[in-house]
């Protein structure tokens, strides 16, 4: 009997064939393919993977103007950077061909599952599927990989349905509706610009520019925030206490208060201690980890799917790309720790934990996989990123079964001349988990012994005059959390429709901004098709394709529906395609200016076809021929230069990355410049507010300088109190 088994990734097939057999044969097809073979009295094993997806959508016929009827091709076909992917193919269609019986053990995804169908189907042939069984597992781990050998499930139509919707419904969308957008271009301007546009692209940018619009139209109100320095004996520095009311937006009323506390002491009036039992985190799920990431280390959503993907790859810790935030006792959790026990580290963070415990679980489920949770193997040889990662995971982990932390507030009420105020002081009690979880600030305030009647020499009243804030711009994680609560794309999808407005260049900076080019596409899109950017319509599209997974609708359906939904988006588009195509065109090379030429002409960045590389000249070429070349992949910076006020540029990867003025000639090493600080937002515009160095000292200017002018000197609160320490 011959048994052929279909693996995601080469790695994956490695690890299976590990499983379930100690000396597998390690065999190759043609000089670049790997795959296992495993040897029986009745049975022969082949072991084979995929890389990913090896089929992708194309049109039946590509003169038709509008792209429904499609077919499944290998995807070097509509790749040319793929063309390694052949390899893969042939080997699975001469492998595979002729077998008793196929199993399907692909990751137990929407993804995976049709990845392992397509390669059943179009490599091995249509007779395969039926002759299919399933492998369920959650780690590449041997245990998992036997128990999923052992105890094998049938292939879920419903979920092959839901994953190949997905694929052509999002084919009908992107491809279609940006094939239009740039036929529009074309039309209008008789230029070609690729453009891009998605069922859950579109919705994105389209969040972001109404957070561009509400930081635009807000209009700061002034406000007052009075303070008292108390000078308690037992304290170090002085104490600030805040007026009990906070924010005082009536000017007349902050100065009436403030000359009142003048040369007053103040009574201790209340003196109240609270206890807070904060309890252990909950296991993560993939937007979970993206958003702690994101906070601890600054990582990109993507790149930390990227690494835990790896890492669930590697055996060392589970499948990521889940929504779960529980773990099922038949994970067997003792058996995890005694593996993790092998490392000190994490064995003095075991050996404290309570007996017989349960974790500490969220809300979320999810149907295919547990939380994210570390297998026991101890990794060998991570990057210093992946290191990280596995041990944010792996603390999480181990910290969700530890006792509740116990937190004590200290709040002090304070009459000064009948006006009143109050300070706070925070202290862990008890650790708990924050023992075993050390990526969480711990509270660490002295509190001063005060009670009731208690006097306190007031030093000095302090009155701060502020303006209130335009609301935050969204990073990437709380990008993807805002995606998640309204139910726009998936877990796995999220971080790339990101990246992919990022490349696109629509938007930028780690506070996402909007570039010109992504306001005006929303803005045109709005005005002429307005379903494209329609959160319902997405969202509606979104619970039909999960309801294939649940058998409520049919795959047949949902395509259907789209197809209706993209025509009608398609003829708004041709109703329109001038004006369309006009807007589109001018906010694209609005999107190119980078800053001003000596001469007042823009420049911008363009394009050569003979040299195949981009440079930046002067809108009023050939009048001024100024040219500056740009390195490979160079991207042109918003910051400028301090020598000769020309934008900044930044090129290379990795540990390689340089950054530098547009000017060669002009000699600055911009690699050796510290980054501005960002302190703050703009109260005028928004933008990130920078601690910069000028002519006379240290100073707070805006990002979006000259467009913006605000500045502020950098006598702060803090700086008082140190001259004050001083004294």
Not at 113 to 129: D, H, Q, R, W
Request: proline fraction near 4%; charge should be positive; include cysteine.
């Amino acid at each position: 009997m011959h048994e052929v088994i279909i693996c995601e990734k080469p790695k994956s097939a490695e690890k299976i064939a590990q499983a379930l057999s100690p000396n597998p044969s390690k065999m190759k097809y043609g000089k670049k393919v790997n795959y296992w073979e495993i040897d029986g009295k009745d049975k022969k094993i082949t072991i084979i993977s995929a890389v990913g997806h090896l089929y992708s959508l194309t049109p039946k016929n590509q003169k038709e103007k509008v792209y429904f009827d499609l077919k499944w091709v290998p995807s070097y076909e509509t790749q040319k950077n793929l063309n390694y992917v052949k390899d893969y193919v042939y080997a699975i269609k001469k492998l595979g061909k002729g077998a008793d019986k196929y199993i399907h053990a692909c990751d137990y995804d929407i993804e995976g599952t049709l990845i392992g169908f397509n390669a059943l189907k179009y490599a091995c042939g249509e007779n395969s599927v039926d002759n299919t069984t399933r492998m369920k597992f959650s780690t590449l781990t041997k245990k998992d990989l036997l128990e999923a050998y052992n105890n094998q499930i049938e292939l879920d139509i419903n979920q092959v349905d839901g994953g190949i919707a997905r694929h052509i419904v999002d084919f009908y969308f992107g491809v279609n509706i940006s094939k239009a957008l740039t036929g529009a271009v074309r039309k209008a301007k008789y230029r070609y610009l690729q453009l891009s546009a998605g069922r859950v692209q579109t919705p994105t940018l389209s969040i972001l520019v109404d957070r561009e619009k509400e930081i635009g139209k807000f209009v700061p109100e002034p406000y007052c925030l009075i303070k008292a320095l108390l000078d308690i004996k037992s304290e170090k520095e002085y104490i600030i206490a805040d007026y009990v009311d906070g924010k005082i937006f009536d000017s007349e009323r902050a100065e009436k208060i403030f000359e009142n506390c003048q040369g007053a002491d103040s009574i201790v009036d209340k003196v109240k201690i609270t206890e807070t039992i904060r309890k252990p985190p909950i296991p993560f799920n993939l937007g979970g980890l993206q958003s702690e990431s994101h906070t601890i280390f600054g990582f990109s959503p993507k790149k930390t799917q990227t690494i835990a993907q790896n890492l669930y790859t590697e055996g060392y810790t589970s499948y990521p790309r889940t929504s779960s935030q529980k773990l099922p006792e038949s994970l067997e959790f003792d058996k995890i720790f005694k593996q993790l026990s092998a490392s000190s580290t994490f064995k003095k963070h075991i050996d404290e934990l309570p007996q017989k415990t349960k974790p500490n679980e969220g809300k979320k489920s999810d149907a295919a996989h547990p939380a994210i949770h570390s297998t026991g193997i101890i990794p060998k040889n991570l990057d210093v990123d992946s290191v990280k990662i596995y041990e944010l995971i792996t603390y999480r982990f181990i910290s969700v079964f530890a006792e509740n932390s116990k937190l004590e507030t200290l709040r002090v009420d304070i009459n000064v001349d009948k006006e009143k105020f109050f300070f706070k002081r925070k202290r862990v009690s008890e650790m708990g988990w924050l023992a075993h979880y050390p990526f969480r600030k711990l509270e660490e305030d002295s509190f001063p012994s005060l009670k009731k009647g208690d006097k306190i020499k007031v030093n000095e009243i302090l009155s701060e005059e502020k303006e209130t804030k335009p609301p935050a711009r969204y990073n990437e994680a709380s990008l993807i959390k805002e995606l998640e609560k309204r139910e726009l794309g998936t877990k796995t999808t999220r971080a790339d429709i990101i990246a992919k407005l990022y490349d696109r260049k629509y938007i930028s900076g780690k506070k996402i901004e909007v570039n010109q080019l992504g306001l005006n596409i929303i803005a045109n899109l709005r005005e002429y098709c307005k379903n494209l950017t329609n959160e319902e319509l997405t969202r509606g599209l979104e619970k039909e394709l999960e309801g294939i997974m649940g058998d409520t609708i049919s795959k047949d359906k949902v395509i259907e529906n789209a197809k209706k939904e993209v025509l009608d988006i398609l003829s708004d588009i041709d109703k329109n395609t001038l004006k369309i195509g006009e807007g589109l065109y001018t906010a694209y090379q609005e999107s190119r200016v980078v800053g001003k030429c000596a001469c007042g002409g823009n420049l911008v960045v363009r394009f050569s076809p003979k040299t195949k590389s981009s440079f930046v000249g002067c809108s009023n070429y050939p009048d001024c021929n100024i040219i500056y070349s740009l390195p490979k992949n160079a991207e042109v910076l918003k910051t400028k230069c301090e020598k000769c006020g020309l934008p900044t540029i930044s090129f290379g990867r990795g540990k390689s990355k340089q950054r530098a003025c547009l000017d060669p000639k002009c000699g600055v090493d911009h690699s050796k410049i510290k980054e501005p600080e960002i302190v703050g937002q703009c109260p005028v515009c928004g933008k990130d507010l920078l601690k910069r160095q000028g002519r006379y000292g240290e100073f707070i200017g805006c990002s979006g300088f000259p467009q913006c002018k605000f500045s502020s000197s950098l006598e702060d609160l803090e700086e008082k109190l140190a001259e004050k320490s001083e004294n």
